[in-house]
């Protein structure tokens, strides 16, 4: 550890806490030391916590203690994470018509600040935080997960993601607590072929030991680098979430920045919930700040390894308690055991939203994870999105790299046609456009697959909502 990190552990970070109220640090501190517990004492603490927000809920969350009441439940009946099966899944529908049934009545409106996330096709989902979730829960988890990938608190990192306050600069105004943590935000926004000269500058210039951002955005990012001759910092902990990280994704980032990437799993309403140690295997699962479950369809549990839609109960937000909240996104739990020795369980590293499958006019569904598009592209493409705009017509825009092979589109649109025709056994037409870049989403991601198609692959969020 630096000598200036030392500082910022030692006295600026404790300082912080201080004047805001919060206890990040004594949080951090617990979490260094009970992230090596064996596995069912990390759970007990998981359990007990369960317990304490269930208990909240009913007292305090009209929503839940309505749903309690009507499936003739009491904070008793969720004693452990197999019983939350009793309770329904909260979709963001639910979160979107009850949100104000959702707030609990014991924290004061005027210290609850909203947030958002855009959503795939463009609907923004607006949620609630208390302070202590974020400052305290949320940054301490941020803290432990930075020091997996061998960086700590006080070292110079970069944030390229969305920022609160949206406007034209490319790095919004620091405050003073961002200055003194080394703290250089982006906005994901502006990260746009105009812009990508001065955000190399930046990196040049800031030299950061961690940079924080969605595969799509820095891999544009290196990509501009690597083709514009420009030299690159090594950048040791490069920090991927939000989107899935694809094989030529990963070649590119680690041939520029000089390091393989580390994934994590989180999302702007949850913040941070597994991410990968030293090892860069599994995501270890912050056990203590949240329950994950994994089911099928019908929201029954499906076992270790195989992949189902994930419910997430976050046990620290007590301002709109989320519990069994479906982000849409499909993942898998791992009953193995990472060689770190942390007790953290695990779950793969390969996450897909629920609406990443292709369909096919007999009604199958193919995972867009199981369609080997980028062998198909040229090597020096690293932008493109596949589009199902209904069952029998795909669109394929893909930006032409500036320098190297540019894309044949009639070669493309025939082997492309070719792969889906074989992998959907059907007959769907491919459009091929090149285009100047990739639309960003509400949340500033490039997906690499959007479906236009109605989401019919949760009926549980509607089907279940009254039973018992
Ligand atoms: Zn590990």
């Known amino acids: 550890m630096s000598t200036y990190s030392a500082v910022v552990r030692r006295f600026l970070a404790p300082g912080f806490d201080l004047v805001r109220g919060t206890g990040t640090m004594s949080r951090l501190g617990h979490l260094e030391r009970s992230q090596w517990w064996p596995r069912d004492r990390i759970e007990d603490q998981q359990a007990t916590h369960l317990r304490a927000l269930v208990q909240h809920a009913y007292d305090h969350v009209p929503y839940y203690r309505r749903v309690f009441d009507e499936r003739g439940l009491s904070p008793d009946s969720i004693q452990t994470p197999e019983d939350l099966r009793r309770l329904p899944v909260l979709s963001k529908d639910d979160i979107r018509r009850h949100s104000n049934e959702l707030m609990s009545d014991a924290v004061p409106r005027d210290q609850l600040r909203a947030g958002w996330s855009g959503g795939t096709t463009g609907e923004r989902l607006t949620f609630y935080s208390t302070r202590q979730e974020r400052l305290t829960y949320a940054y301490a988890r941020w803290a432990l997960t930075l020091e997996w990938t061998g960086v700590h608190l006080g070292e110079a990192h970069m944030s ?59 891999v544009l990012i290196a990509a501009f680098m690597r083709h514009g001759g420009l030299s690159c910092p090594r950048i040791p902990s490069v920090c991927v979430a939000g989107e899935r990280l694809s094989e030529r994704q990963e070649h590119i980032l680690t041939e520029v920045f000089g390091s393989v990437p580390f994934i994590r799993y989180g ?99 193919v995972a867009a994870t199981d369609i080997p598009l980028e062998p198909l592209l040229p090597d020096s493409v690293v932008q493109y999105q596949l589009v199902q705009e209904s069952l029998d017509r795909f ?22 046609s070719d792969l889906l025709n074989t992998r959907l056994r059907g007959n769907v037409q491919v459009e091929v456009r090149l285009v100047k870049e990739i639309e960003m989403n509400l949340s500033g991601k490039r997906l690499s697959f ?14 279940q909502r009254g039973k018992p």
């Open 395 to 416: 669109l394929l825009t893909v930006v032409p790299p500036t320098s190297g092979q540019s894309p044949d589109c009639m070669y493309l649109q025939q082997r492309v």
């Open 267 to 365: 999302s702007n309403e949850l913040h941070e919930v597994a991410g990968q140690c030293e090892v860069r295997d599994g995501l270890h699962i912050l056990t203590e700040d949240f329950i994950i479950e994994v089911v099928d369809s019908e929201a029954n549990p499906v076992p270790p390894g195989t992949p189902g839609h994930l419910l997430i109960t976050s046990l620290h937000n007590y301002g709109q308690p989320f519990i069994r909240y479906a982000p849409g996104d499909i993942g898998t739990l791992r009953s193995d055991v990472c060689p770190c020795g942390r007790g953290l369980p695990l779950m793969s590293p390969l996450v897909w939203r629920t609406r990443e499958y292709l369909r096919s006019a007999s009604g199958e569904r």
């Open 450 to 463: 959007i479906s236009h198609l109605e989401d019919q692959q949760m009926p549980f969020l509607t089907g």
């Open 160 to 218: 390229i993601r969305q920022q609160r306050t949206v406007g034209t600069a490319i790095t919004p105004p620091p405050r003073l607590s961002h200055r003194l943590q080394r703290l250089t935000r982006v906005d994901v926004m502006s990260v746009r072929q105009e812009n990508l000269e001065a955000i190399a500058r930046l990196l040049q210039q800031i030299r950061p030991r961690t940079v924080h951002s969605y595969p799509s955005t820095l």
